[in-house]
């Protein structure tokens, strides 16, 4: 494979960008595996954020909607992701705010009751214990695990 210039790098990147939202440390990842040498990476990473294919609480917000509504991760599991990509505390922190609390109290529901389901519908202690292992792991908050699960209608009254 032949080494890209730095301009068809850019070109490529913001291609690349224009697919769907993507934060700073996913870009440089893919400018690293074109082989783009750390300071033509930063220039690139500059004008994709003048030209404004980059913005990271675009992105912040983008995928804390995103892993609510379709992957149903709670807050802890999306903070740890989002500090795993190395984006800025305080864009963490305002996506984190606007989560709409009754999608995301409905996707804590849902994931209590697929995994309800799946136990065949045992209410003892130990299946108890491994629905809020499961919604644990999917990092929803202890405290509105255990209000979940002794809710048991449709709709959840907090």
Sequence with gaps: MKQLTTPEALHKAAAYCTLCERCVSEVISKL????????????????????????????????VNDKVKFNRWGRIKIIAAMREKHLPQEHI?????????????????????IKRRELKGKDDFATQQKIIRHAASRGYEPALIIKAIKYKGDEMDF
């Design 32 to 63: 690293t595996a074109w082989g783009i040498a750390p300071d033509g990476q930063q220039e690139i990473i500059k004008r994709l954020k003048k030209e404004g294919f980059i913005e990271e609480s675009r992105y912040c917000r983008a995928f």
């Design 93 to 113: 922190k305002e996506a984190l705010e606007n989560i709409d609390e009754e999608i995301y109290l409905q996707a804590l529901q849902e994931t209590i009751n």
